[in-house]
């Protein structure tokens, strides 16, 4: 660190970091439905980062396995984790930092939790697992059948190609936040108009009912249920670890709030001139800046209560409403054969073409998770060396770009090697139940943060905070309860 990194917190302001800049929070456009078209965005990306996982694989496979009534803890996990969301953003408005920024300033500084978050990021999220699932549903569109065990290095390959198809997408759009937005928004148009068709005219309306009922039950659970999984869905049923704590570096990166002063990730390939700030920039709470600072927060629930949060519900719902429809209840479903299971289920007793359809929406849907959680990996890495090292902002010219793709392409070498280790279904669980236990150091670094630095104007009212503690107590028991199982029983 240089010599104004070193300064006590007193002397900076900031914690231990440097002191803000003060500058003006920019205005808002207005409301109307042109400019929520525009703004909104971080949301869908995140929905798309999170729906090949808990919507598509675990929610279907724990219903098939337990039924509905275990429905309960989805409904909870995405209340909690959109106040988790909506804590997190508070503090970007303020300071036009992502998240991570924050974590930073706290004691004992960067020098702590900057490795500590790079090191979460590769736990959770090195695991290629769903472009290992993804190759795995395109080898059955082409061979008409569920893969098997000789399919083992046909799969690596075509995985292997798909995490380089990740890099070309990344590389394009001008920011890297607007390409992951175009891709999202296109992938969930066809994945939920596609769900809709299927269910509306496939699954009867008595599995609709039983299904939304159990998003209100807590009801099935026993001491002999498999309690990596139950801590699996209970943290990818809306998102889950690093993606929750993402969502404000995209809602930077879109400039929102402060972030307008701060700048984006540009991309490698037609990517915009623009300077990221190392640090972020605050406002001096005012009548005037607070009318400013509650029009922001129309937007921001827009696209994290309505967009993201009924997103995961309703992606959740017509997923496992498809499984509980089709898949006979107790069946034991192993690797990724969720998704194909429904295939060969629709061609056999409805169309033939539902075999390739299916095939396709399942190929989307872990594709543009794979893509999500790339550039939640690479993102978190790059904006914590970048705010907290000195050496690494002066390295290649001080240009966060040449950080992000060096760490980019480091990872999908990695990723190449990694994709030959395990089944993709036995790799997302170590991944969720990893991203439960960032849920719980993330949610109490966040409760400290915005009390300590945002002014009391700004901070959420006392029953939002309730409700981020909740969720810490919330992950808090089923990561210890997934501990116990794996270590005792």
Known sequence: MDQEEKKPPQETGGGQMPAWQVDELPAPPPVNFRNIRRMVGPGAILLAASIGGGEWLVG?????????????????????????????????????????????????GPRLWAPVYVFLAFVQLAWPALAAAAAVTLIAGFTGRLPTDADASTMHWVGSILLLLVVALLSLGGTIERMLELVSMTMLVMVILFLLVVNIFFIPWETWVRTFRGFFQLSGFSGDMDWLLMGTLAATAASGGMGNLTITNWMRDKDYGMGARTGAIPSAIGGRKVEVSHFGKIFKVTPASLERWKAWWRYVHIDQIWLWGVGAFVGMYLNVNLAAGVIPQGTELKGMAVGIYQAQYLADKLWSGFWILTLVNGFWIVFSTQ????????????????????RVRDWRGGKIQAIY?????????????????????????????????????????????????????????????????????????????????????
């Open 405 to 489: 793709y060096s760490i980019l392409t480091v990872y999908t070498v990695l990723a190449m090697f990694a994709i030959r280790v395990g089944n993709p279904l036995e790799q997302f669980k170590i991944l969720a139940n990893v991203a439960g236990f960032i849920l719980v150091i993330g949610g109490i670094q966040i409760f400290l943060v915005n009390r300590k630095f945002l002014p009391r104007q700004l901070q959420a009212p006392w029953w939002q905070q309730a409700g981020l503690l909740g969720c810490v107590l919330f992950y808090a028991l089923f990561f210890a309860r997934v501990v116990y199982s794996v270590i005792f029983e």
């Open 371 to 390: 893509l999500g959680n790339t550039d939640v990996l690479v993102r978190t890495v790059t904006d914590v060396l970048w705010m907290g090292n000195k």
């Open 60 to 108: 279907p496979t724990a219903v098939v396995q337990y039924g509905t009534s275990i429905l309960g803890i989805v409904t909870i996990a995405i209340v909690l984790q959109v106040i988790f969301n909506l804590e997190g953003i508070r503090y970007t408005l303020y300071t036009g930092e992502p998240i991570y920024g924050g974590f930073l300033r706290l004691w004992p």
